[in-house]
Each structure stands twice: as C-alpha cells, then as structure tokens.
C-alpha cells in the first residue's frame, strides 16, 4: 500500500517549507502556494488524501478555496484541515461549517500537526472502506432479491434481521411449516446453509 498524499495550500513559504519538511518524511507532499494554485492542480488530476489550507491567503482565501475545491469531481470528500493564525472561535466556527474537518493554530507544534493528520486520514480511510462494503451489500440485496420470489425476499429479509420461524409465522400470518418449508428454498436458491451466511449477504 503506498503512502498517503497530502496537499498543503499556504502563501507562507516558509511555513509551507516547515510542513513539507515534518510530514515528507511520511506522506507524499505537494504544495501550493495560493487557492488558485490548488484549485489547478486539483483540475489537473492531483488529488490528496488531505488538505492543509491557509485562510488568510492574498486574492483567493481559505473559505472560498474550499467552496470551489468542493465543486471539482472527485474532490468533494477530501478532508481539509484549516491552518490559520487566528485563534478565536469565530473563526473556527465559520471553517468547520464551511466544511473543514479541523483547525490548526499556526505556529503549529511538529506533534499536533502530526496526530490531526494522522487521526483524519485514519478516519477518512474507515469511512471509505465502510462506503466501499455497503455498496457491496446494496449490490448483493439487488442480486438475491431477483433470485427470489416477493414471499421469499420478505422472509429472507425479517431471518436477516435476527427473526426466529415462529415470529415471522406470526407476524406474517403464515403457518410455522410454511416458513420453515420457505427457509429451506431460500437456502437452497442461494447456495448457504446457515442463516449468518445470510445475515451477513443482506446486512453486512
């Protein structure tokens, strides 16, 4: 698995130098040194797994960088952390209801910076990965539920959910054989033997 990528947007060059320098050790780094710039090489095909953007940048700033980074494909779930030198939580507010996922005070500390990163890359990759497998079940449900009659799919259905025979015989207004007898064909249809087998095709 290769290294994470990392955006830093800053017109500071010698903070944006500093940052590259403490987290190039770990990640992939690219630099960009204004909102314009950034915004070209997100068009261009560059995009990270995070975004370091200063707020207060000449001509385009942090806030409206971020707006015209969530207009471009592919870039609307990137997660961007705020750098600033503002430490007031005016600020702080305005940037996370922009739809930044964080805030650094700048002079950063090496260690803050690292763990904020860390925590939201980490947390970005699970919530990808969980996108990932629900639509694998979405696409699995789609599938089973052709292979079924309507009877069959609401019973898979209300097994899936943890329902024993005899609930969904009264629930459903069917005798206890009738299920049991329906159970069997759905198993047999989809190839498994045990009900977590199905749990697991239609909930995950």
């Not at 705020?82 to 005070?105: C, H, M, P, Q, R």
């Not at 049991?180 to 909930?203: T, W």
């Amino acid at each position: 698995m290769g290294k994470n990528s990392i955006l830093i947007v800053d017109d500071d060059l010698i903070l944006l130098k500093t940052a590259e320098e403490i987290l190039s050790s770990i990640y992939t780094v690219s630099v960009a040194k204004s909102g314009k710039q950034a915004i070209t090489l997100l068009k261009k095909g560059v995009v990270p797994d995070l975004i370091l953007l200063d707020i207060a940048m000449p001509e385009m700033d942090g806030y409206t960088t971020l707006e015209k980074m969530k207009s471009i494909p592919n870039c609307q779930d990137i997660p961007v952390i705020f750098l600033t030198g503002f430490a007031e939580s005016d600020y702080e507010v305005k940037g996370l209801k922009a739809g930044a996922v964080d805030y650094i005070v700048k002079p950063f500390v090496k260690e803050v910076l690292l763990a904020r990163v860390e925590m939201h890359l980490e947390r970005s990759a699970k919530e990808t990965g969980k996108s990932f497998a629900d639509a694998a079940i979405e696409k699995n449900r789609g599938e089973i539920q052709k292979k079924l009659t309507p009877i069959e799919w609401k019973i898979a259905l209300a097994v899936a959910q943890g329902m024993e025979n005899r609930e969904i015989a009264e629930q459903m207004n069917y005798s206890y054989g009738y299920v049991k007898n329906v159970i069997a064909r759905i198993f047999s249809k989809l190839e498994i033997e045990r009900r977590r087998e199905l749990r697991k095709l239609l909930i995950g």
